[in-house]
């Protein structure tokens, strides 16, 4: 078994910056690709952003230029460096691995959520 542990949320004003981290830890082999998706109310969940096990990496056009994410493959943790925030940013983040585990299954886990709330 696997857990994704999410932390950094919070409350922010417009314009300032937050940085949500996921720590993966359990029978893990190999992380493959890491990710971070948000679901605000009444929408449904998105991708933000994406990493490889190569450190190649993928944005939603909304966080381009703003988001950054990034990732310690020696701590199975992967980073949401988040600036310039919007009130539109405001949503649940959740944390997403593809998981090779030490029985050689892969698996895709998602995290428990972080709130994040943008004040205008």
């Known amino acids: 078994q696997v857990q994704l542990v999410e932390s950094g949320g919070g409350l922010v004003q417009a314009g300032g910056s937050l940085r949500l981290s996921c720590a993966a830890s359990g029978s893990i082999f190999r992380i493959n690709a890491m990710g971070w998706y948000r679901q605000a109310p009444g929408k449904q969940r998105e991708l933000v952003a994406a990493?490889?096990?190569?450190?190649?990496?993928n944005y939603a056009d909304s966080v381009k230029g703003r988001f950054t994410i990034s990732r310690d493959s020696a701590k199975n943790t992967v980073y949401l460096q988040m600036n310039s925030l919007k009130p539109e940013d405001t949503a649940v983040y959740y944390c997403n691995a593809d998981v090779v585990s030490g029985s050689m299954y892969n698996y895709n886990y998602w995290g428990q959520g972080t709130q994040v709330t943008v004040s205008s």
């Open positions: 990493i490889t096990s190569g450190s190649s990496t």
